[in-house]
């Protein structure tokens, strides 16, 4: 089955010229449903309800978002002002994925050579995305069997970074995969991710679709789990990634950090290098998205909370370096616990395509 969770439909759009499609990750896995966007606040409002969403998906959006914006404006007759203001909430959609205004970032200075100039662009971001999750799963997978020796590994993985959340494959469930696709995982615990429930909806779809032997637990039960050492390894997608190797990502992921760091397990963050944010020397300075409070007081709509009780929704965290064992990348595997962080592996690779 080929799962893609957004693209460039040629032939759809009112002109029939091309819009974004979606697969509309709010309904999955009881509906497969998709969206045709074709204009801006369509695409932001898509972004924002998680319609689209895990960090590289959000990168392919920001990028096939200036071709909607510079269709748009062709459409309605906007000024350059205008169509900057609509590249411009795009990019600012949500703040924590790098990769939404590094999309956007990579294919702006196209604008002037043309539409087609930028949709091009928009689609080879997209196919190296996949590349690039293919070769970070294959490394990945070299260097967890390098150092866990078991003939078939137990797994635990939090939130979704499958094929869902990028434009091909998957990067935590892309090293899951690839370790299956070795006869070498003995049993996945996925962690239903609240309040949205990424993990059950999504990750458990993606490993049921594979016949990759699963389970979903609640996200608090994933410390005692590895405590119980039921688990020989985290596996887990970015937001972002600082040089020091500090990680943001879905909220929940720092707790299984501390739990592995107690175990003495490996904790992993599997991540394009797009996720990779230089620019930032350490995590203190990543915005954390906060949520509207009714994700988490309302449970399928229905109020779970006294009324007047508000909630408080960060929707990510971010995990020390001090606890990330390996942060796996198409450009190689940083080690940012034993000091090798992100800055020294863009050094090392520096040749390589930033
Ligand atoms: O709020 P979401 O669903 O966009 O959060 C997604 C995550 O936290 C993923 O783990 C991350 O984006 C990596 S996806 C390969």
Redesign the pocket.
């Known amino acids: 089955m080929t799962l893609r969770a957004i693209e460039w439909d040629h032939t759809a759009g009112r002109d029939r010229t091309g819009a974004v499609r979606l697969l509309d990750q709010t309904l999955l896995p009881l509906r497969t449903e998709f969206r045709t966007v074709e204009r801006t606040d369509d695409l932001v409002t898509a972004i924002r309800e998680?319609a689209v969403?895990?960090?590289?998906?959000?990168g392919v959006a920001g990028a096939l978002g200036v071709v909607v914006a510079m269709d748009e404006a062709a459409r309605e007759g906007w000024d350059d002002q205008a169509l900057r203001a609509a590249v411009d909430r795009v990019r600012h959609a949500?703040p924590t994925?790098v990769n939404l205004a590094w999309g956007v970032d990579e294919v702006l200075p196209l604008m002037a050579a043309g539409r087609g100039a930028v949709l091009e662009a928009a689609l080879r971001l997209a196919h190296e995305d996949e590349a690039a999750n293919r070769q970070l799963s294959r490394l990945a997978a070299d260097w967890l069997l390098e150092r866990i020796d078991r003939p078939r590994l137990r797994v635990l993985t939090?939130?979704?970074?499958?094929i869902l959340?990028?434009s091909g494959w998957?990067?935590?469930v892309g090293v899951i995969k690839e370790l299956h696709a070795r006869d070498r995982v003995e049993l996945v615990y996925a962690d239903e991710t609240r309040p949205?429930l990424?993990g059950a909806r999504l990750t458990a779809y993606e490993l049921a679709n594979e016949g990759i032997p699963h389970v979903v637990q609640t996200d608090s039960a994933a410390a005692s789990t590895i405590l119980r050492g039921l688990v020989d390894f985290a596996v887990?997608?970015?937001?972002r990634i600082a040089a020091n190797g500090d990680t943001a990502?879905?909220i929940g992921?720092l707790g299984v950090a501390l739990a592995c760091r107690d175990a003495g397990i490996p904790f992993m963050v599997a991540?394009p290098w797009s996720?990779v944010d230089l620019s930032m020397s350490d995590g203190s300075k990543i915005e954390i998205?906060e949520r509207d409070g009714d994700e988490v007081t309302r449970w399928a709509g229905i109020p779970v909370v006294p009324e007047g009780t508000h909630g408080f929704n960060p929707?990510?965290d971010v995990t020390p370096a001090r606890l990330v064992d390996a942060v796996s990348t198409e450009r190689g595997v940083a080690e940012p616990r034993s000091g090798s962080d992100l800055a020294m592996l863009a050094r090392a690779t520096s040749g390589l395509k930033q």
């Not at 887990?236 to 937001?239: I, L, P, S, T």
């Open positions: 998680l969403r895990g960090a590289p998906a959000l949500r994925a939090h939130c979704n970074a499958g959340a990028t998957g990067t935590a949205l990424q887990v997608g970015a937001d990502n879905k992921t991540a996720t998205e929707a990510f």
